[in-house]
């Protein structure tokens, strides 16, 4: 199947620091990418979706300026957690859609603890 | 919103023991979908069922979509310590964003 990485996969950063969160897709194309995030022992829960060239679209209650989204080009889609509190640690995993089939693939999830 | 609810929330079965969760709706889907997470790792496509009343194997997995397309179930028969993970279903909506249930924790007893 396709692959989809994200870097890092762990983060340790102090509060009121801004962390930035890569998703790409290594051997397929994504116009569209989806950033979910995961508590422990939860479900995930969608945040956005990441449009390439256009601004990505965000899920009641998610903050856009809080959660800045940026999809740059067709492999790459970047999440920024601004102003991190610890509130903010979670599990966060990003998907992709190859346009010519119907399953997301989603990458190996990056670990945030905000100290 | 849509809501989809999975039962049991955990369940914990002797190896070799079958097993099934299922995955119920509010509203009548266009198709669903089935992920697989280990312990520690992210979500694997499984399968997507789209017809009323479809069903679908992989081996040892059933996968069932209801003829009012409002519910589906998975079941894993003779289970194994390999089957260990979270079983989600995943309502597919508009704009083809995924609506996750809750998901069935399954832990295998050797």
């Known amino acids: 199947g396709a692959v989809v990485s994200q870097h890092p996969s762990r983060v340790i950063c102090k509060s009121g620091t801004s962390v930035k969160i890569e998703c790409r897709s290594l051997?397929?194309?994504?116009?569209?990418m989806f950033w979910y995030r995961q508590f422990p022992k939860k479900s995930l829960m969608l945040m956005a979706t990441?449009?390439?060239?256009?601004?990505?679209?965000?899920e009641q209650g998610v903050e856009k300026d809080k959660f800045l989204i940026n999809h740059a080009s067709l492999t790459l889609s970047t999440l920024t957690v601004t102003s991190a509190h610890p509130e903010d640690s979670s599990f966060y995993i990003c998907?992709?859609?190859?346009?010519?089939?119907?399953?997301?693939?989603f990458g190996p999830g990056t670990r945030l603890t905000v100290t | 919103g849509q809501q989809v609810m999975q039962i049991p929330q955990y369940q914990h079965v002797q190896e070799g023991e079958d097993f099934t969760t299922y995955c119920n709706s509010s509203?009548?889907?266009?198709?669903i979908q089935w992920y697989k997470q280990r312990p520690g790792g992210h979500p694997v496509f499984l399968i997507q069922?789209?017809?009323?009343?479809e069903v679908k194997k992989q081996k040892r997995l059933t996968f069932q979509f209801g003829e009012a397309k409002k519910n589906s179930s998975l079941h894993i028969t003779a289970t194994q310590t390999t089957d260990v993970g979270t079983y989600f279903c995943?309502?597919?909506?508009?704009?083809?964003?995924?609506?996750f249930g809750t998901g069935t924790r399954l832990t295998i007893i050797p």
């Open positions: 051997d397929f194309q994504a116009t569209t």
């Open positions: 998907s992709a859609r190859d346009s010519l089939y119907y399953e997301q693939y």
């Open positions: 995943a309502a597919m909506g508009g704009n083809e964003k995924l609506t």
């Open positions: 990441s449009n390439e060239g256009s601004k990505a679209t965000y």
């Open positions: 069922l789209v017809k009323s009343g």
């Open positions: 509203t009548t889907l266009s198709n």
